[in-house]
């Protein structure tokens, strides 16, 4: 499981999104203090954990990598538009892009899967051919 490079991937994009649960956005604004952010939030720690447990199901694996990089980019939209909307300009933090790093993180996870489930479908196909010649 720990020697495929997907799994080091999503096991970043794990603690990346736990790590928010603990820090904030902005000066004295935490993440979880916003209940849809707490929601998201919530959301893609559950999805990079089931993707990084569910090793033996590559394509189920691959799909939830797909949908947490989809509800990271999401909360940085969010995060985006909150930051242009806010009238007082709070000087937002370094943790703010942290969805930007767990979205590209979840995408070259689920690419590396796909790529093994081909190269898997791929040798068992000439398996399959080999015997059929026998």
């Known amino acids: 499981m720990w020697q495929r490079i997907q799994t080091l991937y999503l096991a970043v994009a794990t603690v ?5 649960f603990f820090v904030n956005k902005a000066e004295g604004v935490r993440m979880i203090s916003y209940i849809p952010y707490l929601i998201l939030l919530i959301i893609i720690t559950l999805l990079n954990l089931i993707a990084l447990t569910s090793w033996t199901h590559r394509v189920f694996q691959a799909r939830t990598a797909v949908l947490s990089s989809i509800f990271c980019l999401a ?10 909307v806010t009238g007082n300009d709070p000087l937002f933090r370094l943790p703010s892009l942290f969805p930007v790093v767990i979205l590209i993180l979840d995408a070259l996870a689920a690419s590396n899967i796909w790529a093994d489930e081909l190269m898997v479908r791929s040798s068992s196909r000439l398996r399959a051919a080999k015997r059929k010649g026998r």
Do not use: C, K
């Open 75 to 84: 909360l940085q939209i969010w995060l985006v538009v909150d930051f242009f």
């Open 16 to 20: 990346l999104s736990a790590v928010l």
